[in-house]
């Protein structure tokens, strides 16, 4: 118990950073704010002499199936109360208690008629513990010092990172899904996925060749694009300007938008470039600086072209030029002089008095219909100083992991498995993403699916598309499936997000960092290095974009950043970059 408490302590430095959603689904996306400690290494990353021991029970016996697999592996066997293919999961019936993160929208999983036709389906009784909103991490790490763990975890990926994952299971309290052919017999719908998709399995498996989560992958890309540029159709033909694509191109048509009245209410209050927080700026802005090549996974770092060595971006040149073009939009009042501190009450009160010219964002989730029918994305990535032209927020393969952990309490971790690796077949993503046919959606004649019209009835007398869908199926991020058409219902499918995300992806970075996995050592310096230094390069920005740190200071705020260590960051970087290329 004193290991397991000194673990938690340890953790809990670790995940302070990793709060935020790992988005882009179906709920309100505050940007892709994964600290350093969520893009660690590799497969092949080395224990620092602490190794992960094997579990005290033999869990061996295990079973699922749905797709390839039809009989058991040698190396596992099928508990007698279990069904390795078809439905029902369990002959008997069995009880699992699931842990799960909530939110506003959708306090109660025991009310989600999905899950309650997915119980019938399988004869798998789940007993829901309901984390309420905005407690996850205090719930998780209370489960784990008490002892009273439950079966597993749902939709907690924001606490259960790679590295928390790889420090439970040291106190062996995690279930290996990959011992002997456990992931190949009893999840044949996600081995699929992990084996066919190196990035998956290098950021998946650890060093003892162990799988403790069943991710969230992507691949529809309105999903895999985290933030999209939309700009106001009307307001452009207005201007007579042409779409934008180069960062010049983009501040003459924001000043227009500033000097004329662009909305006709005979009012100066039109704000040209907005967003709901100052992390979508960095969407936009970064990949015209060449900046952020590495993809959305990574904020901090990534690699400088020429030396082909790591970079602490905000200490690279570029940032510079980076900071005095943000600097020059703020001072002319083009850029939203509240984005460093707009509260989403601000924002949808912007967006619905039909005063924004632009912005960033995932999807138009949070604007009227009637407001974000008059955008569209723009057409190429925006083309900066030096001729850079990326488009930055893309995620890899692998959106998140932890999105479905099973601790070694779970007496049945075979059922578990199966029970979640069917939300990766087709038929099973259709169900955790539309629910029920005929109760919740229903198929187009184009093959698409859209939800009954009383869902939009619900959402047109007031209430929010979560809250209305939140009765058949899941919202929310973190979710054990893969992200792609036609099952993924998301607001980025709609047409507009759709395309813009679309019209970037000949701007991707060449090559996208997914999650990692630190040694144990690396996650440990990390934490200590990481959490300063970053909230630190936020503050500066924040302050040099204001102008309440003048550009002179620059070279101190440097200095400052290789005092706090950030050479050690940019080292252990690098050889997790090794590590995964090897």
């Known amino acids: 118990m004193k290991r397991i408490i000194?673990?938690?302590?340890?953790?809990?430095?670790?995940?302070?950073?990793?709060?935020?959603?790992?988005?882009?689904?179906?709920?309100?996306?505050?940007?892709?704010?994964?600290?350093?400690?969520?893009?660690?290494?590799?497969?092949?990353?080395?224990?620092?002499?602490?190794?992960?021991?094997?579990?005290?029970?033999?869990?061996?016996?295990?079973?699922?199936?749905?797709?390839?697999?039809?009989?058991?592996?040698?190396?596992?066997?099928?508990?007698?109360?279990?069904?390795?293919?078809?439905?029902?999961?369990?002959?008997?019936?069995?009880?699992?208690?699931?842990?799960?993160?909530?939110?506003?929208?959708?306090?109660?999983?025991?009310?989600?008629?999905?899950?309650?036709?997915?119980?019938?389906?399988?004869?798998?009784?789940?007993?829901?513990?309901?984390?309420?909103?905005?407690?996850?991490?205090?719930?998780?790490?209370?489960?784990f010092a008490s002892g009273e763990l439950p079966d597993a975890f749902l939709k907690c990926g924001s606490v259960?990172?790679?590295?928390?994952?790889?420090?439970?299971?040291?106190?062996?309290?995690?279930?290996?899904?990959?011992?002997?052919?456990?992931l190949k017999t009893f999840a044949p719908n996600f081995y699929k996925f992990y084996?066919?998709?190196?990035?998956?399995?290098?950021?998946?498996?650890?060093?003892?060749?162990?799988?403790?989560?069943?991710?969230?992958?992507?691949?529809?890309?309105?999903?895999?694009?985290?933030?999209?540029?939309?700009?106001?159709?009307?307001?452009?033909?207005?201007?007579?300007?042409?779409?934008?694509?180069?960062?010049?191109?983009?501040?003459?048509?924001?000043?227009?938008?500033?000097?004329?009245?662009?909305?006709?209410?005979?009012?100066?209050?039109?704000?040209?470039?907005?967003?709901?927080?100052?992390?979508?700026?960095?969407?936009m802005l970064y990949g015209a600086f060449g900046l952020g090549n590495r993809g959305v996974h990574s904020r901090y770092v990534d690699i400088d072209e020429k030396t082909g060595k790591t970079r602490l971006i905000a200490a690279s040149v570029k940032y510079k030029k980076y900071l005095e073009?943000?600097?020059?939009?703020?001072?002319?009042?083009?850029?939203?002089?509240?984005?460093?501190?707009?509260?989403?009450?601000?924002?949808?009160?912007?967006?619905?008095?039909?005063k924004v010219g632009m912005f960033c964002y995932t999807n138009l989730a949070t604007i009227p219909d009637e407001i974000g029918n008059q955008f569209e994305g723009i057409t190429k990535a925006l083309k900066g100083p030096d001729g850079d032209q990326i488009w930055y927020p893309v995620r890899s393969k692998l959106h998140s992991t932890g999105a479905f952990v099973i601790t070694n309490a779970c007496k049945n971790p075979e059922i578990a498995m199966r029970w979640a690796?069917?939300?990766?077949?087709?038929?099973?993503?259709?169900?955790?993403?539309?629910?029920?046919?005929?109760?919740?959606?229903?198929?187009?004649?184009?093959?698409?699916?859209?939800?009954?019209?009383?869902?939009?009835?619900?959402?047109?007398?007031?209430l929010t598309f979560d809250a209305a869908v939140a009765t058949h199926v899941a919202v929310g991020g973190s979710n054990p499936i893969i992200t792609k058409e036609p099952y993924f219902y998301g607001r980025e499918m709609d047409p507009i997000p759709n395309k813009a995300a679309n019209n970037m992806t000949k701007y991707f970075p060449k090559e996208i960092w997914p999650t990692f996995i630190f040694t144990p050592k690396e996650s440990s310096t990390l934490s200590v290095i990481s959490t300063e230094l970053e909230m630190y390069i936020d503050k500066m920005a924040a302050s040099f974009i204001t102008g309440k740190e003048k550009m002179s200071g620059w070279d101190a705020y440097v200095k400052k950043l290789y005092g706090m260590r950030a050479q050690e960051m940019l080292d252990i970087y690098a050889a997790a970059d090794k590590r995964f290329k090897s």
């Open 160 to 182: 259960l990172t790679n590295s928390t994952q790889y420090s439970f299971a040291k106190d062996n309290l995690l279930y290996d899904m990959n011992k002997g052919d456990r």
């Open 325 to 354: 073009f943000c600097n020059k939009l703020y001072n002319e009042k083009l850029l939203d002089n509240n984005i460093f501190t707009m509260t989403d009450s601000q924002y949808v009160a912007k967006q619905a008095g039909g």
């Open 421 to 462: 690796d069917y939300f990766y077949s087709d038929e099973g993503n259709l169900l955790y993403n539309y629910g029920v046919e005929g109760v919740s959606h229903v198929k187009n004649s184009d093959g698409t699916y859209k939800f009954v019209r009383s869902v939009y009835d619900v959402v047109n007398n007031g």
């Open 195 to 283: 084996s066919e998709n190196n990035d998956v399995k290098k950021s998946m498996t650890f060093a003892n060749n162990a799988v403790y989560s069943f991710p969230q992958g992507v691949e529809a890309i309105p999903n895999k694009v985290a933030g999209k540029l939309f700009i106001n159709k009307g307001w452009l033909k207005k201007s007579g300007k042409k779409m934008p694509e180069t960062i010049d191109e983009l501040y003459d048509v924001l000043v227009y938008f500033r000097d004329n009245d662009m909305n006709g209410n005979g009012k100066s209050d039109e704000i040209p470039l907005s967003a709901p927080n100052y992390n979508y700026i960095t969407y």
């Open 6 to 143: 000194t673990s938690i302590i340890a953790v809990t430095l670790m995940v302070s950073m990793l709060l935020t959603p790992l988005s882009g689904c179906r709920k309100k996306d505050s940007g892709d704010t994964s600290s350093a400690l969520d893009v660690g290494s590799s497969e092949n990353s080395l224990p620092d002499n602490e190794s992960i021991p094997e579990e005290s029970k033999d869990s061996s016996a295990t079973s699922n199936g749905n797709s390839s697999a039809g009989t058991a592996s040698s190396s596992v066997k099928v508990p007698d109360n279990m069904n390795l293919t078809g439905f029902p999961i369990a002959k008997k019936t069995v009880k699992l208690k699931i842990m799960v993160d909530t939110s506003a929208a959708q306090p109660d999983f025991s009310k989600v008629k999905m899950f309650q036709a997915y119980e019938k389906m399988t004869n798998v009784k789940i007993e829901w513990i309901n984390i309420p909103s905005g407690n996850t991490r205090t719930k998780v790490m209370l489960a």
